[in-house]
């Protein structure tokens, strides 16, 4: 699709005559990274699921590496601009990890297009909140070599063991699989795995995560070593009228055995009227 000047690569899932959610994905990561079968199961509830790869990633627009010739801002736009070409008013957004900041975005600049807003693995970003696990901080110290491709994929498998926090559901042939597939249909593996995490982080024009009106669902791994718990718990606090789902024993991700719960959260979620 053409969107907000760029060109964005999008799926959708079930009727377009549903209630749509609108799944967006953190840093790095395209929407091979919302699993079809999980974006079917939201579907089955009868619901029009979006995915799309952000740009930098899968097949959407590449910027040279290092230089993102963007910001949040823009990736908040883009996302809205995605429900304007498919001529969707009001959307339920869901965003993951760094998307967290995207969907907040657009439900506190854009109030009259969100239904209604899940915040999945992500932080408020407050001070005094737990640090990233030395763990992960010491795996992400290490880079690959974008220009080799089974090199990126052992990377990204260790990385995603990485953010499972020692989860028992972490499925490493499950994630290789995604892996392979993903790198393999992406525009530039080297600014996928550097552009968001220099692109401008700017803030929410008409305030913050307290001028939230749409009704928020925080989802949030007890084990997470990017976000720790309490990150989940200080988002909850933060959103007025906010509700948190505790995944049991999972890291920072969704893990399949854990799909039915969250798609069912969801579903009950996105049925309420704000």
């Known amino acids: 699709m053409h969107v907000n000047g760029v060109e964005l690569c999008v799926e959708t899932f079930g009727d377009a005559a549903d209630p749509t959610v609108l ?43 290092g230089r993102p010739g963007y910001s949040l801002r823009d990736m908040t736009e883009d996302a809205l601009g995605i429900l304007d070409v498919l001529g969707v008013e009001r959307a339920h957004v869901v965003g993951r990890s760094m998307a967290g900041a995207i969907a907040g975005m657009a439900a506190i600049d854009h109030p009259e297009r969100v239904a209604s807003l899940a915040m999945v693995c992500t932080t408020p970003g407050l001070p005094g909140l737990p640090p990233m696990s030395p763990e992960f901080l010491a795996y992400t110290a290490r880079s690959p070599d974008a220009s080799d491709p089974a090199a990126v994929v052992d990377f990204v498998v260790g990385l995603m063991k990485a953010y499972s926090g020692g989860s028992p559901y972490h499925d490493e042939a499950a994630v290789r699989a995604i892996a392979e597939a993903d790198i393999a249909r992406a525009t530039s593996i080297a600014a996928t795995l550097i552009n968001h995490f220099v692109l401008d982080f700017d803030a929410p024009a008409k305030g913050g995560l307290g001028d939230i009106t749409a009704p928020t669902l925080v989802v949030h791994g007890e084990l997470d070593p990017v976000f720790p718990l309490p990150h989940g718990e200080a988002l909850r606090d933060a959103i007025p009228g906010a509700e948190l789902l505790v995944l049991d024993r999972a890291g920072h991700e969704v893990p399949a055995p854990l799909w039915d719960v969250f798609a069912d959260a969801l579903l009950a979620h996105t049925s309420r009227r704000p």
């Open 23 to 65: 799944l967006v994905h953190g840093a790095s990561a395209s929407m091979l990274w919302w699993e079809a079968e999980l974006c079917a199961r939201i579907a089955a509830g009868g619901r029009h699921v979006i995915r799309f790869d952000n740009r930098d990633t899968g097949r959407s627009v590449s910027y040279p590496p």
